[in-house]
């Protein structure tokens, strides 16, 4: 039973191994020049700007929850699509019928200015 | 074969068609210049229309009430071509005649909304496409008959009403949303933690096959034996959540009195219809095995015990609120209890179903038309909440006194009103079954509800307010009144004449094997 | 079986011990995110175990079709429940499940 797990803790022990000498090696022998440059948060392209703590306009929020929403029915169009020829015509009929509720629900958000970024 | 279908499945397809369409009229119509806030604060476009997105609403729930009628009158078992939709979708009396209740229990709610919306300047006019599309997961649920239609169609109704609950900007109104939607999503994860198991132990989701399977592991003490019953303990706590019986009933008192008052009569009639027939279904067919169906290995112990403490505690403590709206949500977990009583019963009596459905639909008029009069005694600036509210409230408006009285005579199970006779097939069921000890706790807690029901009564007829209170002022609505017309000539309907409603409840059972 | 094959008990027992985990953070965690993301630990145990029970039995993939209804029910639930939350942090400041005392008989 146990000796099931003996690869997996070789596998752990020569990751901690390989990890920890990379991480102490580059510590106790590398060169240490600080400057200011280098002690900034690595940000691709720009200089960094403030905290990583800042707060979001509560607007990322309502379009999240909508991407996430609208997103997420996509795990239904893929099955679908991958079974789209022996599903036939009913399959198609069923499918339009679930895309066209969705746009029903995305009109709906739209008229409702959910999706209006300035307001 | 298709017409079979539609024709078979009309009372579901109108109501999800009319959500939908609902739903555009109401982010697409005009606003009714005239019934914005004086603020003007809210420029949305359902703003002022409640009255008439409340009567369209209604429309289409009476237009999928008739229906599920028509549908009733042609004959489930008529109509061949409804055997495709088997068994996601088990269209068969019981469930029409449960789908018709609903319908019933929607459209009165919806119509109160019309009312109170108005009066109350809430611009809320979402309520109508979320009832909607509440009630098409409830007929779904009642109808289903196979795993995941059913967890599907159990979220299409909770989510829906987690919204309606928390319709109101006020902190109460956030405060019940909030504590419903936790508990109620806790819940529906241990049901479905359930559920997995029992897939895990027989490979089926079908219920019908999941029965089957359970009987073929049969009397064995081996492992799949331990499985299914942890899957039943684990359904049988969902669904207890979900009508509502002790001890899981914390949620309830708080969600159904921050709610706004027709979010909690729909609440309080559709929810828990839909949840009872889904848990006789469940409970029957795939736990209708022998074993899991007798007094000294299944479950009709717990739910037995779970009958017993929702009658008692909430009866005991229905008496002590001073808020008629805090009475009313013990009082309908009382009569979660009595129905409990004829769940029971089913594992001895055939015609404890029926018995059931006659109950729901007894329970549904009565309820909605007792929180329509308790929104009826109300107006803007002062809704009536307390005992207080209410006193004397007989000579400032004697008809809703008069309807308000009649509702909570139904609920109490005076004669001849409609509750009476739910009241009393479900003993008689309970007696059939040869379960003497339910009867008797029963009848005694029946006796006790009766003196809080009779107190509301007592304050509107018999007290004056005190003086200087600020005195809640009935209002004056088109939608209430017709919504309490509806109901009021119901329960008076159901009392003298219950017999066709009787017969046909008796031939709408699950069919188990 | 390969020595680090499909053995169905693990997964039922991983599966359980996240469930666990979720039903107790839910009972013990006042704040009503922490509650939140508890639920949804609680039903992603529930979909590795549908998967893993998918395995087991085989045949038309109804454990799997489960798990993509439950995945997308959790992102609709998610919704209603972070609008719910909102809506109460507006108008209390909190979201601790504590101080939702405003309803008491």
């Known amino acids: 039973m146990l000796e099931t797990y003996l690869p997996m803790l070789f596998i752990f022990v020569i990751a901690l191994t390989i990890g920890a000498v990379m991480f102490f090696g580059g510590q106790l022998i590398g060169p240490k020049n600080p400057t200011p440059e280098k002690m900034m948060p690595f940000e691709c392209g720009n200089d960094s700007q403030g905290t990583a703590g800042v707060r979001l306009n509560v607007k990322f929020y309502l379009t999240a929850i909508l991407f996430v929403v609208f997103d997420i029915e996509v795990v239904f169009i893929y099955p679908w699509a991958a079974l789209f020829k022996s599903l036939g015509w009913t399959g198609f009929a069923t499918m339009l019928a679930f895309i066209a509720a969705l746009l029903i629900a995305l009109a709906y958000c739209w008229k409702k200015g959910a999706l209006e970024w300035e307001s | 074969m298709t017409f079979d279908v539609v024709y078979g499945l009309s009372p579901l397809l109108v109501v999800a068609l009319g959500a939908l369409l609902l739903m555009l009229a109401e982010a697409f119509g005009k606003p009714n210049p005239q019934g914005l806030a004086p603020t003007g604060e809210v420029s949305d476009a359902g703003a002022g229309r409640a009255g008439e997105l409340g009567m369209g609403a209604a429309v289409v729930l009476f237009v999928g009430a008739a229906l599920s009628l028509g549908v009733w009158l042609a004959g489930p078992d008529n109509l061949v071509g409804l055997e495709l939709t088997r068994p996601y979708l088990i269209w068969d009396r019981f469930t029409v005649f449960v789908c018709f209740t609903l319908c019933l229990g929607g459209g009165l709610s919806c119509l109160l909304a019309g009312g109170y919306l108005t009066e109350h300047e809430i611009d809320r006019a979402e309520f109508f496409p979320l009832v909607l599309f509440s009630t098409v997961g409830a007929m779904a649920l009642a109808a289903a008959g196979e795993l995941l239609t059913l967890f599907v169609a159990l979220e299409t109704m909770s989510l829906g009403v987690y919204a309606l609950v928390g319709l109101r900007r006020t902190p109460r109104s956030s405060e019940a949303a909030l504590k419903y939607f936790l508990l109620g999503s806790f819940a529906a994860a241990l049901m479905l933690f359930g559920a997995a198991l029992l897939y895990g132990a027989t490979g089926r989701t079908d219920l019908a096959g999941i029965g089957q399977a359970i009987a073929a592991i049969g009397q064995g003490e081996g492992p799949g034996a331990a499985q299914v019953l942890i899957a039943l303990v ?280 | 079986m390969s020595a680090l094959g499909y053995v169905l008990e693990h997964y039922v027992v991983l599966s359980a011990l996240l469930f666990t985990i979720g039903a107790i953070g839910f009972l013990v965690r006042r704040n009503v995110l922490i509650q939140l993301m508890s639920i949804e630990l609680m039903l992603n145990a529930i979909n590795l175990l549908l998967v893993a029970y998918n395995r087991q039995h085989g045949g038309p993939m109804t454990g799997q079709l489960f798990a993509f209804f439950i995945i997308a029910v959790a992102a609709a639930e998610a919704a209603v429940g972070l609008a719910i939350i909102l809506s109460y942090y507006r108008l209390k400041a909190s979201v601790h499940s504590d101080e939702a005392d405003a309803l008491k008989h």
């Open chain 2, 234 to 513: 684990l359904v049988v706590v969902g669904l207890a959540f979900k009508v509502s019986a002790v001890p899981f009933h914390m949620w309830t008192p708080d969600a159904y009195e921050g709610a706004p008052t027709p979010a909690t009569s729909y609440m309080a009639v559709a929810v828990k219809t839909a949840a009872f027939a889904v848990m006789v279904r469940v409970l029957l067919i795939a736990f209708g095995d022998e074993r899991l169906t007798s007094w000294a290995s299944g479950w009709p112990p717990v739910l037995a015990t779970l009958a017993v403490a929702s009658m008692t505690v909430a009866n005991l403590v229905a008496g002590r609120q001073s808020s008629v709206k805090r009475m009313l949500a013990y009082s309908s977990i009382a009569h979660a209890g009595y129905a409990l009583v004829a769940v029971v019963a089913t594992i001895r009596s055939p015609a404890a179903e029926g018995s059931i459905l006659f109950y729901l639909l007894t329970y549904t008029v009565s309820t909605a038309g007792a929180f329509g009069a308790l929104i009826l005694c109300g107006s803007r600036g002062k809704e009536a909440v307390s005992y207080e509210d209410l006193a004397g409230i007989a000579k400032r408006h004697p008809a809703a006194a008069m309807a308000f009285s009649l509702f909570l005579l139904s609920l109490a199970g005076v004669p001849p009103t409609a509750g009476f006779f739910g009241k009393l097939y479900v003993f008689q069921a309970a007696i059939d079954a040869e379960l003497y000890v339910l009867t008797v706790v029963g009848l005694l807690n029946s006796l006790v509800g009766a003196y809080y029901y009779l107190r509301v009564i007592v304050f509107m007829y018999m007290r004056e307010p005190a003086p200087g209170a600020t005195l809640a002022v009935p209002m004056r609505s088109g939608y209430v009144a017709s919504a309490l017309v509806i109901a009021a000539v119901l329960v008076i309907a159901l009392g003298v004449l219950p017999n066709v409603t009787l017969e046909w409840a008796a031939i709408a059972t699950v069919g188990r094997s």
